[in-house]
């Protein structure tokens, strides 16, 4: 079965994802003062190394949720690994000072649950798509919802077909 997203591929490198990861955190840096991050695994465990970086922030927290099984079709979420309750319980609880970082925001599916986790922490995605859009409060690059982005850990180095179906002269 052909995935009609790859006709609308958006291919990341990690030179593109390094500068829009550091963009975000520039972004970050005026909101708050950050007391942890919480990284969801596993697209956000680098994108957070970034930001914890350059916002010099040393607490930094996992909460591991599968949800993309085949690479294709989102399946159904499973939480292998709730966030640490010394983290949620930073400042006021319920995850105040607390940054979520993940790489991408599709169907909100994934924000969701963080949210309920941690509703008072501030939920920080490098890319967007519209459905998940309204349940993050700060991203970096928007996509459509058909779009599927390939990630640099996703991808080796090979040919890549061009847009246009036929390219004979």
Not at 99 to 111: E, F, P, Q, S
Request: charged letters at 25%.
């Amino acid at each position: 079965m052909e995935n009609p997203a790859q006709d609308k591929a958006f291919p990341v490198s990690w030179d593109m994802l390094h500068r829009d990861a550091r963009a975000l955190a520039w972004r970050l840096s005026g909101q708050g003062e950050w007391k942890a991050i919480v990284a969801i695994t596993r697209g956000g465990l680098v994108p957070a190394a970034i930001i914890a970086r350059e916002l010099g922030i040393r607490t930094i927290e996992t909460v591991c949720i599968a949800s993309y099984h085949d690479y294709e079709n989102q399946g159904e979420l499973q939480v292998i690994k709730p966030v640490d309750p010394k983290v949620v319980d930073l400042e006021e609880g319920q995850g105040s000072g607390v940054l979520v970082i993940d790489d991408l925001v599709d169907t909100g599916k994934t924000a969701r649950v963080v949210r309920e986790m941690l509703p008072k922490a501030h939920f920080a995605t490098v890319y967007a798509k519209p459905m998940g859009c309204p349940l993050v409060d700060t991203f970096i690059t928007e996509v459509s919802q058909d779009t599927w982005i390939y990630f640099p850990w996703d991808m080796g180095l090979q040919f890549q077909p061009p847009l246009a179906k036929d390219t004979r002269g």
